[in-house]
């Protein structure tokens, strides 16, 4: 079936293009910052891409402190979200869990740990048997120590493009999902309009919130967005007996498999080595025996626990799994907030904030300066650690 064809406004103040957590909260603080004509473009249906494919996980426990910034400045949003929204997005504040096994990621964790409390994360290194006691699933073969922060936890995605959704239409926004962007017109170094399926908009600035696709959408204008599309795959177990309601997102660093109660069973998953980049979303199965070993290892009761179901979507890699965030050096106009490497959900919030203030002119709550995706053309890289 054909989508119907999309009401396209002439002109926009600015068009943000993908309709994802990134793009619908910049939208929404544009908007709700009396910024007139706000249009945001999504090919597909609102969250359709990476968003509504998330684990749902929220954290502020990262080793970059812009990163620690905007994933605590999210999870205020996300606590408060019903009071400002209007919108339940179930959210879980059961903690996140990084279970340590190496003198290597001890060591720094605890410099994290360190960083995350100078910026009013109550983040702590705590010992195995109180990892266990949060976590009773949990093998505690091999284990050193685990950091855990009680004010992290999990969302329904689903739930946050929605009351996002309908907050940037209250403030004046026009979104329009099922109409997508094909190409940027620059003119004289300038943005000058964003070609659709349904015809031109004229516009001087435009947002990529494009996630994994916005290598494309750089090209268009003559940005390059060091962004490659990465496949991950998700389970959902059938019912767990005695599952801990307040089980924390828990995480085995060293493998990077995790998981996190979703109804009466858990949601889990694993980053798998050999997963060649791609845009492809079917499921296969070839990550399954690295996944089985992990969970016989550190969490072996699930290991008799049925699959229910699960899904693909799309992280947005970038060479140092940190961010871009900025305004293009060398075309006036283009802004970006793309390439989170699996962290776009969480920090969805807060970077609708910067890119408000990004385009007026102001200066953002944090520096984010430092992810110019310009730091690529020097040796600016700055590795993130805490990738799950």
């Given at each position: 079936?054909t989508?119907?064809?999309?009401h396209?406004?002439s002109?926009?103040?600015?068009?943000v293009?993908g309709g994802?957590?990134?793009?619908?909260?910049?939208?929404?603080a544009?908007?709700?910052?009396g910024?007139h004509d706000?249009?945001?473009?999504?090919?597909d249906?609102l969250?359709?891409?990476?968003?509504?494919?998330?684990?749902?996980?929220?954290?502020a426990?990262?080793?970059?402190p812009?990163n620690?910034?905007?994933?605590?400045?999210?999870?205020?949003?996300?606590?408060?979200?019903?009071?400002?929204?209007?919108?339940?997005?179930?959210?879980?504040?059961?903690?996140?869990?990084?279970?340590?096994s190496?003198?290597?990621?001890?060591?720094?964790?605890?410099?994290?740990?360190?960083?995350q409390?100078?910026?009013?994360?109550?983040?702590?290194?705590?010992?195995?048997?109180?990892?266990?006691r949060?976590?009773?699933?949990?093998?505690?073969?091999?284990?050193?120590?685990?950091?855990?922060?009680p004010?992290d936890?999990?969302?329904?995605?689903?739930?946050?493009?929605?009351?996002?959704?309908?907050?940037?239409?209250?403030?004046?926004?026009?979104?329009?999902?099922?109409?997508?962007?094909?190409g940027?017109?620059?003119?004289?170094?300038?943005?000058?309009?964003v070609?659709?399926?349904?015809?031109?908009?004229?516009?001087d600035?435009?947002?990529?919130?494009?996630?994994?696709?916005?290598?494309?959408?750089?090209s268009?204008?003559?940005v390059?967005?060091p962004v490659t599309?990465?496949?991950?795959?998700?389970?959902?177990?059938?019912?767990?007996p005695g599952?801990d309601?307040?089980?924390?997102?828990?995480?085995?660093?060293e493998?990077?498999?995790?998981?996190?109660?979703?109804g009466?069973?858990?949601?889990?998953?694993?980053?798998?080595?050999?997963?060649?980049p791609?845009?492809?979303?079917?499921?296969s199965?070839?990550?399954?025996?690295?996944?089985?070993a992990?969970?016989?290892?550190?969490a072996?009761?699930l290991?008799e626990?049925?699959?229910?179901?699960?899904?693909?979507?799309?992280?947005?890699?970038?060479?140092?799994?940190?961010?871009?965030?900025?305004?293009?050096?060398?075309?006036?106009?283009f802004?970006?907030?793309?390439?989170?490497?699996?962290?776009?959900?969480l920090?969805?919030?807060?970077?609708?904030?910067?890119?408000r203030?990004?385009?007026?002119?102001?200066e953002?709550?944090?520096?984010?300066s430092?992810?110019?995706?310009a730091?690529?053309?020097?040796?600016?890289?700055?590795?993130?650690?805490?990738?799950?």
């Amino acid at each position: 079936m054909t989508a119907p064809r999309c009401h396209l406004p002439s002109s926009a103040s600015v068009v943000v293009i993908g309709g994802g957590v990134i793009g619908l909260s910049t939208a929404h603080a544009l908007a709700r910052a009396g910024v007139h004509d706000v249009v945001l473009l999504d090919r597909d249906a609102l969250g359709s891409g990476s968003t509504c494919r998330a684990a749902g996980g929220v954290r502020a426990q990262f080793s970059d402190p812009v990163n620690v910034a905007l994933g605590a400045r999210s999870l205020e949003t996300f606590r408060d979200f019903p009071a400002r929204f209007g919108q339940e997005i179930d959210l879980h504040q059961v903690g996140y869990l990084f279970l340590l096994s190496t003198p290597e990621a001890l060591a720094a964790f605890e410099a994290n740990v360190a960083l995350q409390n100078a910026l009013g994360v109550p983040s702590r290194l705590i010992g195995v048997e109180e990892a266990r006691r949060l976590s009773p699933l949990v093998s505690p073969e091999g284990l050193l120590a685990a950091a855990y922060s009680p004010t992290d936890g999990h969302c329904t995605p689903e739930s946050v493009v929605l009351g996002y959704a309908s907050a940037a239409r209250r403030a004046g926004a026009t979104l329009l999902p099922h109409c997508a962007a094909t190409g940027v017109d620059v003119r004289d170094g300038r943005v000058t309009g964003v070609r659709t399926d349904a015809g031109t908009i004229r516009t001087d600035t435009v947002v990529c919130a494009a996630g994994a696709w916005s290598a494309e959408i750089g090209s268009w204008a003559g940005v390059d967005l060091p962004v490659t599309p990465l496949r991950r795959q998700i389970l959902v177990t059938e019912p767990v007996p005695g599952l801990d309601p307040r089980t924390p997102f828990t995480i085995d660093f060293e493998t990077s498999f995790y998981f996190h109660r979703e109804g009466e069973g858990l949601l889990l998953g694993m980053s798998d080595p050999e997963e060649i980049p791609g845009f492809g979303l079917s499921r296969s199965d070839a990550w399954l025996p690295r996944l089985g070993a992990a969970i016989e290892r550190r969490a072996p009761a699930l290991a008799e626990v049925g699959i229910a179901g699960g899904w693909a979507g799309l992280y947005e890699m970038t060479p140092d799994h940190n961010a871009l965030i900025g305004r293009a050096d060398t075309v006036e106009g283009f802004l970006y907030a793309t390439g989170f490497s699996g962290h776009g959900f969480l920090m969805g919030p807060a970077v609708g904030e910067v890119v408000r203030d990004l385009y007026l002119g102001e200066e953002p709550f944090v520096d984010v300066s430092g992810l110019s995706a310009a730091r690529f053309a020097g040796a600016d890289a700055r590795p993130e650690l805490n990738i799950v």
